[in-house]
């Protein structure tokens, strides 16, 4: 078994041919898929997927590129849409002061709402962090501090020493296919000191397609490629990393069921 721990099925590139994409995914052994919103006019459909697809969950959230257009979004309106059954994860949600595309303050505001939302109704967070290191860190240890959740580091890129922090805060970590790219020296270095038991891989997709399908609209299928790389920096084969980071997945995001 193998898990994209985080792909939008309902972007531009994948929703056109959902059922071909998924179908293709599977035939690579991958039998889960967590379909991720950035912004509340996408959670009908995201959910929508999530219940005509067996293997498929959903995350509702807001990214924080979409935080301005949400300034007003309260917590009720993220738990009414975490009581759905496949709803299994709150997020995408974070800080991105690379883009700046929303309010710094504002990003952070929603951001602790949603770790609010998370601690409340015992679903994981999914956060995105980009060039925001401190304030990431100096939010989740502030808020940890008020009470534990349990939180996932999507697509991570950032530093060790950033990593080696969420780490002992108890965050999990997610490896995207960003690790295959010649330019990642730090990161393949990082991966190889992930604990067995904080580790998930995912695609993103359709973005940041790994090695060898760059130039391409990234799949959920090519999970398989970035679980292979990444079982190469480990020293472990690709089915037991397949294996290790399923039970990891399912053991974090525990609504969910093989």
């Given amino acids: ?37 950035t912004r509340r006019s996408e959670w009908d459909a995201v959910i929508a ?5 067996p293997d498929v969950w959903a995350s509702i959230g807001i990214h924080p590129h979409e935080a301005d257009g949400h300034a007003d979004l309260g917590a009720a309106a993220l ?14 949600t974070g800080l991105d002061y690379y883009y700046d595309h929303s309010d710094r303050q504002v990003q952070q505001d ?19 962090t980009r060039d925001a ?49 010649k330019s990642a020296k730090n990161l393949q270095a990082f991966v190889a000191e992930v604990p067995d038991d904080r ?10 397609a790994p090695v060898p399908h760059r130039g391409k609209v990234c799949e959920p299928g090519f999970v398989a490629d970035t679980c292979a790389y990444v079982a190469g920096l480990r020293g472990v084969t690709s089915e037991a990393l397949a294996e290790l980071t399923s039970t990891n997945f399912f053991r974090l995001f525990n609504r969910a069921r093989p």
């Fill in 110 to 128: 929603l951001f602790r709402i949603h770790i609010g939302v998370a601690r409340e109704t015992g679903l994981p967070i999914v956060i995105h």
């Fill in 199 to 208: 580790l998930l891989v995912e695609t993103d997709s359709p973005f940041l």
């Fill in 79 to 92: 738990r009414e849409a975490a009581a759905d059954p496949k709803v299994i994860a709150i997020g995408e």
């Fill in 133 to 181: 290191e401190y304030d990431t860190l100096r939010i989740l240890a502030e808020e940890m501090a008020n009470g534990a959740f349990s939180a996932l580091i999507h697509c991570f890129t950032a530093t060790a020493g950033f990593g080696r922090a969420v780490l002992n805060l108890g965050l999990t970590i997610s490896i995207s296919g960003i690790v295959t790219f």
């Fill in 1 to 37: 078994m193998l898990i994209d721990s985080h792909c939008h099925l309902n972007y531009t590139g994948l929703f056109e041919e959902q059922a071909e994409v998924l179908a293709r995914a599977r035939a690579r052994g991958v039998r889960g898929f967590l379909n991720i919103s």
């Fill in 49 to 53: 997927t999530a219940h005509r697809e």
